[in-house]
């Protein structure tokens, strides 16, 4: 079977193809079929336990999927052709790829004893070999662009949740990826520090940033996003303009899911 994708037209950023995911006996991901497109933004919607999170995780390889395909950006994830076949890739190219994906969680992970600064430093300098002035002043505009230029100096304990993913944003675009993956960026948030975050997240969006977002902030999936995924049991139910499949969703589970959350 061939691995290529026809030429010509523009290569989808992520292109998924009956995606599987076990662990064990359980089957996470039955059959994911999708696209997104240079300069999309998705967002994914779905019940807890459809599989959000293990997609996500997939295409960057953090997870490996069981059967199907994922390319990212024309590369196949995990793998390359060698002479009509397919191998699998080294830890190092692994690696090597997933710097091109910013991912964002829920929790933001930052390192507690390292400032806002040098927590959008770390990458750049020990995986790009910045020099440390050269990552000090790009983590400097970054964290400009979230809103934190005058917290550079600050410990994430002395940043507010929100302030402290704002970093985590910063620190995932320092490696200037070509595509952001968010799971769940504000759910851990208090409701009052949740617009913050989702207005870097615009901005990102409007900057041409390609982005997957899994988020129940429907204001936000219908406002800046392209395309609204429902994701139900492992399986895509419903894709469609996000407007679309909020006001009018086509299946009955994507319309009790949105009764819940909207
Ligand atoms: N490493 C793992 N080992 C075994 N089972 C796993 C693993 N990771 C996820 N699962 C299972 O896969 C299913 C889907 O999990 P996933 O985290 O992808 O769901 P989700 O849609 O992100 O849910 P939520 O909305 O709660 O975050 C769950 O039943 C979970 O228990
Ligand atoms: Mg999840």
Known sequence: M???QPAGTELPMVKAEQVCKSFGRHQVLRGI?????PREVMCIIGPSGSGKSTFLRCINHLDKVSAGRLWVDGDLVGYREHGGKLHELRESEVARRRRDIGMVFQRFNLFPHRTAAENVMEAPMTVRRDSRSDAREQAGELLERVGLGDKLDHYPAEL???QQQRVAIARALAMRPKLMLFDEPTSALDPEL?????A???QLAEDGMTM???THEMGFAREAGDSLVFMDD???????KPRDVITAPRHERTQTFLSKVL
């Not at 492992?234 to 469609?240: A, F, L």
Request: no cysteine.
């Open 212 to 214: 997957i977002v899994v």
């Open 194 to 198: 949740v617009g913050d975050v989702l």
């Open 33 to 37: 079929n999708l696209e997104v497109m």
């Open 234 to 240: 492992g399986v895509v139910v419903e894709t469609g």
């Open 160 to 162: 507010s949740g929100g």
């Open 200 to 202: 870097v997240m615009r």
């Open 2 to 4: 061939s691995t290529e």
